[in-house]
């Protein structure tokens, strides 16, 4: 091929051969006037002329200008066609277009007599006539022309002495181009791996256990002879091709295995398998998740390459994988995650659709067998790796559904959040009090205390209380439970003026105690500064429920509307209402001094009592008394015992008295 490619006459210097016969003779200057083998630029150039070719043809015959510029691998042609007419008419037109270029197209070899037929009878080209058995090798692979299939061919000259250096050259020596033995080299690549963890030697011999692994693998290694593939992967007249690809990991090795669903006008669907691809997990142990998702981007990756080399157009590509984590990553933003996982996933985001990962049950994946190993005697009979599994072949609506991930996945970033909140603690925790005149006095002692320690020794307070200490330790009670409760609102109007919330129609305003007082509108009232501008508080909070219970105790255990008067002539608590219903609810004395007596059920009245009758028809009898009864008025009178009969009517109740003496 090359040397029909005639070089530019200005760049023939640059292939120069000088020469003589014998020393003694002058230096002859030869010039190639062609490309010459062992030239970098020669393949290049060689590729680059039969391009050309392509694309001088394109309008005028543009199948044959798609057959010469990509289904070329350098000088061989590998082409098909769906119809034998088809098929004649490339292989003539194109020996014509490269016979112009003067590259004659030799040696064909076809899986039909007929197109091989109508060369021979042509006489333009040679053919190879092989028989049904024969084999020929398209591209190092081996491919039984009258089957149209493609076979391994495994020999058994095999080295006696096992080490690591015999090992690699019989892996090696199987050529799986589309990794279509995958769970068999896995097999052996492991057992490789397992040598390099020994560190043996190159010319070492195994230890016995590796030793027998080995030769049991390479006994069954012939088994791989009786593998028949067929080259076609599509069904007859595809009206609509799917791709679907399987991922899966194991803590040995990952891998893919990719199908190809092609289905035709009558429904019928057909799957195969394209090609697989298997590695080996990295020494260093890496979790189970992680390889899954090296898994799913090999997947991803190895369809990327078959679209690209094939120029299939699938209707969809489907990618399964078993792993719900896995999944769940692929749901996420990469920024959330993990830096190992946040950039596989991200790569995977990008070359693949997120909405066309679903989830396949570990038992129906086919790249389980590749990720785990098969043996090479029980390869050639798993259906499930050739065909993938079998629901692929009936309608959608019976593969398995996606599902519902809701597992823990990890590996996500921390997200580490810092917020500043100013506390201010108060010196005792009130909340261990139920009385608030005696947390005040705690509270006074303290705030002495503290007092004291600042104080020059003459300076410093002793003895009982004063009034202003408790008044003092009243009122910090009072800022706290503000800040508290309206820490937003104090930051407002510490900036300037509250413009939202609960506080902003009653424009609060601070005291020179620092205390939040309400604005309202009774600053000109002839009243007293607490009555004009009471001080706000929270009925939610502990101090106003102790303030409450104070103020009902001191008012002798008033009533709930008493209550809340009384503490408004100073206060302003935000639904005060409510708490003091409450104090009073759950105050014991209030509850012992106003018992609810209990009402018996009643009974059924007798018959007698509800049946109508004329009045006194049915009587009851009762007496009263006795009562002293004066015989007449005056002194001298005698007093005798009398009762009083009641005779009470049943049904009416009118009463008739009557007195007796006795
Ligand atoms: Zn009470």
């Not at 050529?175 to 040598?195: H, Q």
């Amino acid at each position: 091929m090359y040397r029909m490619c005639r070089v530019d006459p200005q760049q023939k210097p640059l292939q120069r051969i000088l020469w003589r016969e014998t020393p003694d003779e002058p230096l002859e200057i030869y010039e190639l006037d062609t490309v010459t083998y062992g030239t970098s630029a020669a393949p290049y150039l060689a590729i680059r002329c039969l391009y050309q070719l392509g694309v001088e043809i394109e309008k005028t015959n543009p199948t044959i200008a798609n057959v010469i510029q990509n289904h070329f691998y350098v000088d061989d042609l590998l082409s098909g066609a769906d119809t034998i007419e088809e098929a004649i008419n490339i292989v003539t037109e194109i020996s014509k277009v490269l016979n112009t270029a003067g590259f004659r197209l030799r040696k064909w070899i076809s899986n039909n007599n007929t197109i091989l037929q109508s060369l021979k009878e042509r006489n333009e080209a040679d053919t190879l006539d092989l028989g049904v058995n024969e084999l020929t090798k398209t591209l190092g692979v081996t491919w039984n022309g009258k089957e149209d299939c493609f076979l391994y061919k495994i020999g058994n000259s095999f080295n006696k002495h096992i080490t690591k250096r015999t090992v690699l050259s019989e892996i090696a020596q199987i050529f799986d181009p589309m990794g279509l033995l995958s769970p068999c080299i896995i097999v052996a690549k492991i057992i490789l791996r397992d040598i390099w963890i020994e560190k043996l030697d190159w010319d070492e011999s195994l230890s016995q256990p590796l030793h027998t692994r080995w030769l049991n693998f390479r006994n069954e290694l012939s088994n791989l002879n009786n593998i028949k593939i067929p080259r076609q992967i599509t069904c007859k007249h595809a009206i609509n091709i799917e791709i679907h690809g399987f991922s899966d990991a194991s803590s040995y090795a990952y891998g893919a295995c990719v199908y190809l669903r092609s289905q035709n006008e009558e429904g019928k669907i057909q799957t195969r398998l394209i090609c697989a691809k298997s590695k080996i997990a990295p020494l260093k142990v890496q979790t189970i998740p992680r390889l899954e998702l090296i898994g799913a981007l090999l997947l991803s990756r190895l369809i990327k390459k078959i679209l690209e080399a094939t120029k299939l157009v699938p209707s969809r590509i489907v990618y399964w994988c078993d792993s719900t984590i896995v999944l769940g990553w692929l749901n996420m933003s990469p920024n959330q995650l993990q830096v190992f996982v946040a950039n596989r996933v991200s790569e995977l985001q990008t070359i693949t659709n997120v909405s066309d990962w679903r989830h396949v049950p570990s038992s129906h994946n086919p790249a389980d067998l590749v990720s785990r190993g098969v043996r090479p005697k029980e390869l050639p009979f798993s259906n499930l790796y050739w065909f993938g599994p079998d629901w692929l072949k009936s309608t959608e609506d019976i593969w398995p559904h996606t599902l519902e991930i809701n597992v823990e996945l990890p590996e996500l970033r921390k997200v580490t959040l810092m917020e500043t909140v100013f506390i201010s603690e108060p010196i005792i925790d009130f909340n261990n009090y139920s009385n608030l005149s005696h947390l005040e006095r705690v509270l006074a002692y303290c705030l002495r205390f503290i007092t004291n320690c600042k104080a020059k020794t003459g300076e410093r307070s002793k003895g009982a209380l004063k009034h202003t200490e408790i008044a003092n330790a009243h009122l910090y009670l009072v800022r706290f439970a503000q800040h508290e409760s309206f820490a937003e609102e104090i930051f407002q109007l510490q900036q300037g003026e509250i413009k939202r919330g609960r506080l902003s129609h009653i424009q609060p305003f601070f005291d020179k105690d620092k205390i939040m007082r309400v604005g309202g509108r009774l600053g000109n009232a002839d009243l007293d500064f607490n009555r004009k501008f009471p001080i706000i508080l929270s009925s939610k909070h502990i101090f106003s429920k102790l303030l409450f219970d104070r103020e009902h105790r001191r008012l002798l255990h008033c009533g709930p509307q008493h209550l809340l008067a009384s503490i408004c002539q100073s206060y302003w608590p935000l639904g005060g209402r409510n708490l003091a219903r409450k104090i009073y609810r759950e105050c014991v004395k209030c509850f012992r001094t106003h018992p609810k007596s209990s009402v018996p059920l009643m009974g059924n009245l007798p018959k007698n009592r509800i049946t109508p009758a004329p009045a006194f028809y049915r009587t009851g009898v009762d007496y009263a008394g006795p009562f002293s009864v004066k015989d007449r008025q005056g002194r001298g009178c005698k007093i005798t015992k009398a009762y009083i009969a009641l005779f009470v009517c049943f049904v009416t109740k009118a009463i008739h008295i009557e007195l007796f003496l006795i």
